[in-house]
């Protein structure tokens, strides 16, 4: 283990002079299987227990206040001049295109929550983070950016959803993994998706996966478009859901056979119509 | 020998079709007398660990239902009745029909195989990934089985949905149909329509396990789940391709032997069957209740699960009405008619708890399943087989079995399977889950699977003397009077005994009055 | 005056009764003793059906037995409307008893799926052939230990087949696969011990994939979780 920080440490202090604060790192500077969440181990997780934030302006709220809905969770921390910001920007834009698929809407159907691992982060932080992220105006009501009102849950908060970081003195900044987190409105962990460059509609499957145990009759559309597709562990994203497509071309594998071989005993009726008419032997 | 082989006629494929899921049915059978021995003690009795067994499990459930209930309802009285039924001279596509006679031999006897090859598959008759793909066993001959029983069967579908819609005789309407022949309309139009969808998936599973696909991986973006749900799309609807035929022989034999025209005809076909075709396939949800899929799609499959039980009701009602001033006699397919309305009932009725997802989030996988499944589904069509054998026996075969005998097979059939299965119910409540080798966890099961046990036994002498009641009648019986049951219905009174090639001397044709129900004052008009 | 005076009393007894049960806080429902009750109430119910169709089917065969030879049927030729009402009221009762079943099954239903706000959380984990189960605290164990008095909700996934999470003694049943998480929820009323089962079909040895369900006492629970094993 100590090995591999140093071979990261190592790699990062030979790439920190290039690293750009307004686009992502490239995947060259950490490992990212090593901060990885083991998605298997934590999905289903509870995420409630005794948790208070306070927002960007002061105010206090829990788990209940963000509605009964699903939740897109993203930890952070606000004094991080590059990736966090930029994992929040990344998100902001995903969204903005979620939005204009329309299928599902900020607000009435999720809400976003970032969330600082770091103690030292503190209201006016997060004000300036959030400031920074210039939220648009569809986005900006649902998406509140807070930290933990008591710091000493933060450990336990993070090691429960398998969020692990580390602090690294020489490069004065955190190391930690970019995950979102998808917390349904039961609120437990239904998905966690890696990609730092998610596509929007892997955005909103996993969404509507949140959502699956609460939609409602009129949502029979996002409900088909979630049957049409299932998550793919590997490689952390969602394909189409093949079986369905195969079984339900095969329904008409049957009725076509049935077709043809209806229009061939008809024509064969009439004939036999006709020969019993002229009074023929069978 | 040649003219069975290179046959075209109904008739003979109907034959063939019997004697092939008599086959299966014995196996099948002997299967079952094997599990039963192993259950009845405690700990290893028969063999020494579950791998055997497993296999017999197997090809208990998988022969029971595809290569007996199925082909012996839709192939063996659907292909000897149906023509006769109509006053056709055979099937539309005789050629096609006997390719698909020898499609389910040859099906047996790759089912067969199970018991020669080195890995037998041991994946149940359900399949399910990701065992199914892991397993060591050979879950090919399990694939190609359905492939060529699926394939068969839809070749079936095809012919006789064309046989009946264009080869009835001339001036017979829609309504002068025998009831046989409807419940055998609705059987194909599922076969056809829901088939490709099981052979689909199970074609998907093989591709899984021999080609490296990912299709039903989760960790490559399957999903375990759809599986689940395509095979029950097709095997849920295919307790009623076994359910709809049965209560047309049941139907069949009661009006016959009540001289009774079938209660409430019309209502009977349009609701009853229909119904149940229509409704039947929006119900498969109901064998994923505790699968782990998504809460409300369980609470709405309870809804539509519990529907059924209008149609089938409506079937109920039209069996016992029938015989609702009749002139009763108790011959052989009669008594086994009559003691179906008794299985029918307690086989039904306990699936009422289990059309409710939250009795059955304790009843799934239980033994109350089991024995519910069995009584509905396994008794009472076999006991509708066994009716419509000894019904048109004396017409197969131009002979007479022998009656005392036969009543003995009969009863001891009847107090059997009644012996073999209540007591299950009983364990299945208190928690005996299925598919199990042993039960170390429930030593106080003991005594009642020992009782299930001797029960079986009994079906067994039993269905050994109804067995060779039939072959000991086809070649030494007395030969038959004509008509011996006094029926109206087609193939009794158009047809020479045993009808010869061409079915009819006379083609057929029918008056608006007639109808196959014609007792007492009844027409056509008064059903 | 008479009969609107009835609905509305009607109407208010439906209220009175639905308007607690649909609102939120409520106690802790066990669901093991509401099956126990539906079940009773269930079998009631068949067997009421069963005997009315049994009853008439006996009396049927008994009386219509053949008497003569040549003997014929004598049943009456329905009219249209006699047999439309042997469809219809028929399916009116049918239909009533359905709704009767699908209303109280979605109440034990909602009872079985909805995990209470309190509940203790276990980890589990299937193989072929075992169960681990894994505490908050992060102590791992064969057998499902359980505090008395508490509801626990048991939730994870399989690392291979599908296996079955079964509890016969609680009337409560799950299956587990991998790609998935489901869950089942149970309360434990008494001290003692309970059988869980494997009940999805997993292979050779899948009816020895079981192991005990031990109820303590807070105290003997809590010693329990705080030593590791």
Known sequence: MIRWLLI??????????????????????????????????????????????????????????????????VLSYYTCDGFCPAFNTELRSVLERVQNLSRVKIGDDFAVLTLSFDGNDDPESAGMFREKLALPDELEKDWKVAVFKERDRIKSFTNKIGYKFFWSPPDRMFFHPNAFYFITPERRVSRILHNSLTDASD???????????????????????????????????????????????????????????????????????????????? | ????????????????????????????????????????SLGPTLVEDASQYNVWLYFHGAAMILAFLIPGLTGFV??????????????????????????????????????????????????????????????????????????????????????????????????????????????????????????????????????????????????????QNLFWFYSHPAVYVILLPAVGIILEVLATFARNPVFNYKVTVYGGIWGTVLLGSDVWAHHLYTSGMVDWLRIGMMVTTLLISLPVGLLTISLVGTLYKGSISFKTPMVYATSTLFLILLGGLTGIPLAMTSLTVHLAETYFVMAHFHYIMGITATFAVFAGVYYWFPLMTG??????????????????????????????????????????????????????????????????????????????????????????SMEWTHCEYPPGPGNFPTPPEVTAEWSPYNYGKHTAQSL | MTIWFRVVAMVSAVALWAVPAMAEGKPLQDHTEHWNTLWHHVILDMTAIAVVFAAITIWFLVKYKRTSEDQEGDSPSLSFGASMAWAIIPIFLFLADDFYLAANGWK????????????????????????????????????????????????????????????????????????????????????GEHVWTCTEYCGLNHSDMYNKVVVKSKADFDSWLGTKG
């Open chain 1, 8 to 73: 990261i440490a190592l790699l990062l202090l030979s790439g920190v002079d290039e690293a750009n604060c307004t686009s992502l790192p490239s995947d060259s500077q950490i490992d990212p299987e090593l901060l990885r969440v083991d998605d298997k181990e934590y999905l289903g997780v509870k995420v409630t227990e005794g948790s208070v934030f306070i927002d960007s302006q002061g105010k206090e709220f829990t788990w209940k206040d963000l509605g009964d809905k699903p939740v897109i969770l």
């Open chain 1, 203 to 282: 955005m909103e499957l996993a969404i509507l996966d949140a959502k699956f145990s609460r939609m409602k009759p009129t949502e029979i559309v996002n409900f088909a478009v979630s049957l049409c597709y299932s998550y793919n562990y590997k490689e952390g994203k969602y394909g189409l859901n093949y079986p369905l497509f195969i079984a339900f071309g095969s329904l008409f594998g049957g009725i076509t056979a049935f077709a043809v071989a209806a229009n061939v005993s008809r024509k064969k009726a009439e004939k036999l119509k006709i020969s019993r008419g002229k009074g023929e032997k069978l």
């Open chain 2, 1 to 40: 020998m040649k003219e069975w082989i290179f046959t075209t006629d109904h008739k003979r494929i109907g034959i063939l079709y019997l004697v092939g899921s008599i086959a299966a049915f014995a196996v099948a059978g002997i299967m079952a007398l094997l599990i039963r021995v192993e259950l009845s």
């Open chain 2, 78 to 227: 659907a292909n000897y009745c149906i023509p006769l039924m109509i006053g056709a001279h055979d099937v539309a596509f005789p050629r096609i029909n006997a390719f698909s006679v020898w499609l389910f031999w040859f099906a047996i006897v790759l089912a067969l195989l199970t018991f020669v090859i080195p890995d037998p598959p041991d994946v149940l008759w359900t399949g399910y990934p990701p065992y199914s793909v892991q397993t060591d066993g050979n879950t090919a001959f399990y694939v190609f089985t359905v492939h060529l029983l699926g394939f068969s069967s839809i070749l079936g579908a095809v012919n006789f949905l064309c046989t009946v819609i264009y080869m009835r005789a001339p001036g017979m309407g829609w309504n002068q149909l025998n009831v046989f022949v409807w419940t055998t309309l609705g059987a194909f139009v599922i076969q056809l329509v829901m088939i490709p969808v099981l052979a689909s998936a199970v074609t998907l599973l093989l591709f899984d396990k021999y080609l490296g696909t990912t299709f039903f991986n989760p960790e490559n973006g399957g999903d375990v789940l759809l599986y």
């Open chain 2, 399 to 488: 002979k007479m079995y022998n009656e005392t005998y036969s009543q003995i097979g009969f009863w001891l059939n009847f107090i059997g399977v009644n012996l073999t299965f209540w007591p299950l119910f009983g364990i299945g409540i208190d928690g005996m889950p299925r598919r199990y080798f042993d039960y170390q966890m429930y030593p106080e099961f003991e005594s009642t699977q020992m009782l299930s046990t001797v029960g079986a036994f009994i079906v067994a002498a039993g269905m050994a003397i109804t067995i060779l009641t039939w072959i000991h009648g086809a070649i030494l019986g007395e030969k038959a009077k004509p008509n011996p049951w006094g029926s109206k």
């Open chain 3, 108 to 191: 034990l239903w909602n009872d079985q799926r909805q995990v209470p706000e309190n509940a203790m959380e276990v980890k589990v984990t299937a193989s072929m052939w075992s169960w681990e189960y894994e505490y908050e605290n992060g102590k791992t164990s064969e057998d499902l230990v359980v505090p008395v008095g508490a509801p626990v909700v048991v939730r994870g996934s399989s690392d291979d087949v599908v296996h079955g999470m079964s509890l016969a003694d609680f009337r409560i049943k799950e299956d587990i696969m991998p790609g998935r998480i489901t869950y089942l929820w149970f309360y434990p009323k008494e001290v």
